[in-house]
């Protein structure tokens, strides 16, 4: 199936809708991404509407499949890496990066765009020490540091 994202007059998706890869293909077989526009275009009789297509398993520029573990990992082919993101409802498509870019989180005012993978990161990067299962990294607005969090661990039963 194949993912498409209808925009406003602003860029901003307004929905994504899947269409099925028969409805892509041209005379030889081969998937068109203007022929999914042109399908939508005509399945909802707007004639101009603006649609891009997106990548249910692209997220930071890179192409992910999952192996026979469930382990994501990525793709051989990264040709199939489209638009940088997957896209949400709310996301902005920024044509001169040919890529959808997430409304930047509000309880992390600091953070900036990298302009490659068009994803939103901290002003310094997440460390890379491996820690306890019961701990892990989380981003604090106050300080502009990664702090070490612990988390309670304990079982539950009903």
């Known amino acids: 199936m194949a ?10 998706v307004l929905t994504v809708v899947v269409v099925n890869n028969n409805d892509l293909l041209d005379s030889e077989g081969v998937e068109q991404e203007t022929n999914g526009v042109n ?3 005509t399945l909802y009789n707007e004639p101009t509407a603006v ?3 997106t990548s249910y398993n692209t997220f930071g520029g890179i192409h992910y499949t ?12 990264q040709t199939k890496a489209l638009r940088k993101n997957y896209t949400g409802v709310g996301y902005t498509y ?3 990066k ?9 309880y992390r005012p600091s953070w900036i765009l990298n302009e490659t993978t068009c994803q939103w990161e901290a002003p310094t990067p997440k460390p890379i020490e491996v820690l306890p299962s019961n701990q892990s990294y989380g981003w ?3 300080t502009l540091a990664w702090d070490i969090v612990t988390h309670d661990l304990e079982y ?3």
């Open 3 to 12: 993912h498409f994202a209808k925009l406003d007059t602003n860029n901003i």
């Open 39 to 41: 399908f939508l275009r």
């Open 51 to 53: 649609w891009k297509q």
């Open 66 to 77: 999952v192996d026979e573990n469930g382990n994501k990992l990525p793709s051989i082919d």
């Open 94 to 96: 920024d044509e001169s």
């Open 98 to 106: 040919d890529g959808f870019i997430g409304p930047k989180p509000e």
């Open 140 to 142: 604090n607005e106050e």
């Open 156 to 158: 539950h039963s009903n």
